[in-house]
């Protein structure tokens, strides 16, 4: 797996280069914010995988930011890191979407383990997006199709759609062909030969052959496949 990208949002610099060295030396990309509004701006960016979210920072308190950051990114994994004795706060976040609590003072140990188990659980939750690039396509969920520029634009059929949304919403992770059958044909795979090919018209692959098929031979300017790349 990709290293994952996680937020530091905490007012305290002890303890926020604390956390951030700690996870850094276990192979986490981490990134500081000392206040809520930067706190915000950071846990947003694309690609974060994780925010660690203090409760009580200046400029935007802790509670907000989760609630902004549920509003914009509601699958984004939140681990609220509280004093001891706050129990209201931490309910209250609990019940706002995040993810866990850590008491204040915490081991290294205890939030590397934590970070761990809600990443791990993150995995097969779906991502929030509805549109997704695939070489020079632009494939749209919401619409149901693929445009290729401004004048060059194909319909998705149900299935299409169906099979293009679930590997999107899984991008993290690999999905097996049994589970495309069992989750967007609705088969048991159980007891069915997988390995050869379907009808041409529904196999598990057509509708990304479609998707990263050219209307045209070729453009120079075209960027190189990456599957799947939200837009
Ligand atoms: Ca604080």
Redesign the pocket.
């Known amino acids: 797996m990709q290293t994952a990208r996680v937020v530091v949002i ?3 610099p002890a ?1 926020r280069r604390g956390v951030s060295d700690a996870l850094r030396a276990s192979g986490y990309h981490a990134a500081e914010a000392g206040d809520g509004d930067r706190g915000l701006e950071e846990a947003v960016r694309a690609g974060v995988d994780l925010v660690l979210l ?5 400029r935007r308190d ?1 509670l907000t930011v989760l609630a902004e950051v549920r509003r914009t990114r509601p699958t984004l994994p939140v681990i609220i ?1 509280t ?1 001891r004795g706050s129990e209201d706060d931490r309910v209250r976040g609990l019940k706002m979407g995040a993810d866990d609590y850590i008491v204040k003072p915490f081991s290294a140990r205890e939030l590397l383990a934590r970070v761990e188990a809600v990443l791990r659980r993150s995995m097969g939750r779906p991502c929030e997006v509805q549109r997704a690039r695939l070489g020079r396509a632009v494939i749209d969920l919401s619409r149901r199709e693929i445009r290729w520029s401004e004048h060059e634009r194909g319909e998705l059929s149900e299935m299409e759609t169906a099979i293009l949304g679930f590997l999107i919403a899984h991008c993290k992770r690999a999905v097996s062909r049994e589970e495309l059958l069992s989750r967007v044909w609705g088969i048991e795979p159980t007891g069915l030969e997988t390995r050869t090919c379907m009808s041409p018209g529904c196999a598990p692959s057509s509708a990304t052959r479609r998707a990263a098929r050219r209307p045209k031979p070729s453009s120079p300017s075209a960027p190189p496949a990456t599957w799947p790349a939200p837009t």
Do not use: S, V, W, Y
Not at 54 to 58: I, S, T, V, W
């Open positions: 905490e007012d305290e303890i203090d409760l009580m920072l200046p802790g890191l004093a």
